[in-house]
């Protein structure tokens, strides 16, 4: 096993550049296999080997890695948050939970329709904002392998877009809730309905903007989060 000398990094990492991807961690698997299988082989063989490389690793076949890994990213985050909410169903936390959401009741029976607006509001600017700032640490993280790859595309983690994603899908489900009246939801504030559907809508977006954070927590103990 050898170390490879700097000029021979600088070609490992300009073919990879040349992939163009944009998915931190695809980026660094790729790299780490480049370099990893480059260095079990003599100085001679470094051409050949690379151009070998460079024929399993085409430029479709990493595009198509990049792709199936943020389905897999997208799937893994959500199965996260559904096992962190289904924790506050079980004992003993489900007494807790229990008394939340009497609470959370009776105050939300005794304010009307224009506070409990607000409230979701409210909880969707957290969420929104929760979003931006993963994303911002994750950015954080990643600037250096982009700076490594000296690529010139945009590089972020896979499981930070899925998280910034979350928190766009929240805002825009609240505009097309509240402020397009054409679709005709928001006549509901009048209705004497809005009471259980807006304490509906708040729980599912305190319950969303919850799980998030807290699956933000432990993907960020081994993640580019």
């Not at 931190?24 to 003599?42: G, N, R, T």
């Amino acid at each position: 096993m050898r170390q490879l000398s700097q000029q021979e990094l600088d070609q490992v990492k300009k073919v990879i550049a040349a992939k163009e991807l944009t998915s931190a961690e695809i980026l660094v698997e790729i790299y780490d296999h480049y370099v990893s299988h480059l260095e079990s082989f003599e100085s001679s063989g470094f051409e050949e080997e690379l151009f070998e490389l460079e024929y399993r690793f085409k430029y479709s076949y990493c595009h198509a890695l990049q792709a199936k890994f943020l389905k897999a990213s997208k799937k893994e985050i959500f199965n996260l948050q559904w096992s962190i909410f289904k924790t506050y169903f079980t004992w003993p936390k489900i007494l807790a939970t229990a008394v939340f959401l009497a609470i959370l009741i009776f105050i939300w029976t005794s304010i009307d329709s224009k506070t409990q607006v607000k409230a979701i509001v409210l909880v969707t600017i957290i969420c929104i904002l929760s979003s931006i700032g993963f994303y911002v640490n994750s950015f954080l993280k990643v600037r250096g392998i982009k700076k490594l790859i000296k690529s010139t595309k945009t590089i972020e983690s896979s499981y930070a877009s899925t998280i910034m994603l979350q928190g766009m899908l929240m805002q825009s489900l609240f505009h097309i809730l509240f402020f397009v009246p054409n679709l005709g939801f928001a006549n509901i504030i009048e209705s004497e309905y809005f009471g259980p559907i807006s304490l509906s809508i708040f729980f599912i977006y305190f319950s969303l903007t919850l799980t998030l954070i807290r699956a933000w927590k432990v993907k960020s103990k081994s993640a580019l989060l």
